[in-house]
């Protein structure tokens, strides 16, 4: 089966089933999914959503953060290194 076929078999609710399967590691029914069943379902729930979402409600999105370049409040990054003085 290739990723349009793929694409084309999941519906929404075939998408949220594999989705809560990944999760909880286990089928609708109870029983357990294999290392093999899960990474599978996991590659169509990001197929599907890479598709069908925008990028921040993706499964796995980490949202950029302003970053603090060593406790600076302002974000701001020193223009050039400073060389260190050892004292004796």
């Not at 990723?3 to 909880?24: G, H, M, R, S």
């Not at 599978?40 to 953060?65: M, N, W």
């Not at 970053?67 to 050892?86: F, I, M, N, Y």
Request: aromatic residues 6%; hydrophobic residues 35%; proline residues 6%.
């Amino acid at each position: 089966m290739n990723i349009e076929q793929v694409l084309q078999a999941l519906t929404p609710d075939v998408y949220e089933k594999l989705k809560l399967a990944v999760e909880i590691g286990k089928w609708p029914d109870g029983s357990k999914l294999s290392a093999e069943q899960r990474a599978t379902c996991l590659q169509a729930v990001i197929t599907y959503d890479s598709e069908h979402k925008p990028e921040a409600e993706r499964v796995g999105f980490i949202a950029p953060t302003k970053h603090q370049h060593c406790g600076s409040t302002t974000g701001e990054v020193a223009e050039a290194d400073k060389p260190l003085k050892w004292q004796h």
